[in-house]
């Protein structure tokens, strides 16, 4: 008996786009210029923070669009490394990415908009706000993809609209007495250890560029969307990031902002007044649903991904009626209630934009390497700059992870122990004979 056709929806590239820029602002950009002020007091050395960053995630976005279109298939790191170099290296990077990737992330935007909610109403309880924001969103993705999606477009372009309205009221707002023109002083600062610090803060407001080749399965066209929804988005929050900092620093002074995490909230008090200043930050804390969804709808991917290839997981790859990973959802969200009760926002930051940045760097690297193995591999598009453009991200990333693991080395050394113990969790699956590649070979998958 002929079965009838099901007609499965696909994430166009406006979607893509959305989960973008979704995921990438939020909780960095509201929140990581207080501890940058503290040891960079350059107006445009703090801009270049912004502009450097922009670079590394731009170069990383054009490297990811290559692999993404020659290896589309939903799963991210996991997947590329584990057919760029072995299922070990990728296993490692899909447990972080399950453990860590995403739950902490989310975790952070849930903190971040329990702390600007509190800001504004004293009385709310600011951890019990997060909870039960990550518990509703979570909900609502659990419903339908259609709905997740759709949502995902509305609260983006929410966001995207408030930004455009801050900005343009903080460009025509009364200055600070603070100089963006650079001096001799300016351009040494830009290689003192103080900006190497920084730019690790400002590598996690860019994180998430990478957000939709999660999903790559998922995606409609992939070798041709995907590289254009990741560049996209991209260069769409770069030139976000760069302005909205402008304003932040041309509005609001640096000892005002210097170790505090309301960012977003101070500034439009700057603005707007303090009337007008409490709605904005009520706005920001209502922007940050669209950070907690976009990642609640793109990490579960990744686990279900893992349960497709190992059996010994493979309930986590068991879906609804509907297509939806249901349990990697659950998953996900079990981790991140665990990082929202157990730890401060500036650790799980920096716990989390270490071990992050680490797998983001062997992933580029892994470029070269695939560019070697499988020479005849198609690759319906191709890194533009390539090589300079991967070099330029593994200096710049590599960089960042030399300086945090050296003046952070109690949340880098935990974020090398997640590993450690991701390493150990492969080796009992491999002693159980419960460790294979995924069925297709490198280039047959197609979207």
Not at 72 to 81: A, D, N
Request: proline fraction near 5%; charged fraction near 10%.
């Amino acid at each position: 008996m002929t079965q009838p056709h099901v007609s499965v929806y696909k994430i166009g590239f406006y979607t893509g786009v959305a989960i973008v820029v979704a995921n990438m602002v939020g909780t960095g950009v509201f929140t990581s210029l207080g501890f940058q002020v503290s040891g960079t007091h350059s107006g445009f050395a703090l801009l270049m923070l912004w502009f450097v960053g922009g670079i590394i995630a731009l170069c990383g976005a054009l490297c990811y669009g290559e692999l993404a279109a020659a290896l589309p298939r939903s799963g991210g790191e996991y997947h590329y490394l584990s057919r760029i170099y072995h299922p070990s290296v990728g296993f490692l990077s899909g447990w972080v990415s399950a453990t860590v990737g995403f739950a902490a992330p989310t975790a952070l935007a849930a903190i971040a908009l329990g702390r600007y909610a509190a800001s504004v109403w004293p009385e709310v309880h600011a951890n019990l706000l997060s909870l039960a924001v990550v518990l509703v969103i979570t909900a609502v993705h659990l419903i339908s993809r259609r709905a997740g999606s759709r949502f995902q477009v509305i609260v983006t372009a929410l966001k995207v609209s408030l930004l455009a309205l801050f900005i343009g009221a903080g460009l025509l707002a009364e200055p600070q007495p603070l100089r963006f023109v650079p001096a001799a002083a300016d351009w040494r600062e830009l290689l003192t250890p103080a900006f190497a610090v920084s730019l690790i803060y400002v590598s996690y407001a860019y994180s998430g560029w990478n957000a939709a080749v999660y999903m790559a399965g998922e995606v409609e066209q992939p070798q041709r969307n995907l590289p254009r929804i990741l560049l996209t988005g991209t260069v769409l929050v770069a030139l976000l990031y760069v302005v909205l900092n402008y304003v932040f620093l041309r509005t609001t002074p640096l000892d005002m902002l210097a170790g505090q995490l309301e960012v977003g909230f101070l500034a439009a008090n700057q603005i707007f007044g303090v009337a007008v200043g409490r709605y904005m930050g009520a706005a920001i804390a209502a922007l940050l649903v669209s950070t907690v969804s976009s990642m609640i709808f793109a990490g579960p991917r990744i686990i279900q991904t893992m349960g497709e290839d190992l059996p010994a997981l493979h309930w986590l790859a068991r879906r609804s009626r509907r297509g939806l990973p249901v349990r990697a959802t659950l998953v996900q969200t079990l981790l991140t209630v665990v990082f929202i009760v157990s730890g401060t926002f500036e650790q799980v930051l920096l716990y989390a934009g270490f071990v992050l940045n680490l797998f983001t760097f062997l992933t580029v690297l892994g470029l070269f390497v695939l560019r070697v193995r499988q020479p005849a591999l198609p690759r319906p598009y191709r890194t533009w700059g390539y090589p300079f453009t991967p070099l330029l991200f593994l200096l710049l990333n590599g960089w960042t992870l030399v300086f945090l693991l050296r003046d952070k080395p109690t949340e880098s050394l935990l974020g090398l122990g997640t590993v450690l113990i991701g390493l150990v969790v492969y080796a009992v699956i491999y002693a159980l004979g419960a460790v294979r590649r995924p069925a297709q070979p490198v280039g047959e998958e197609r979207g």
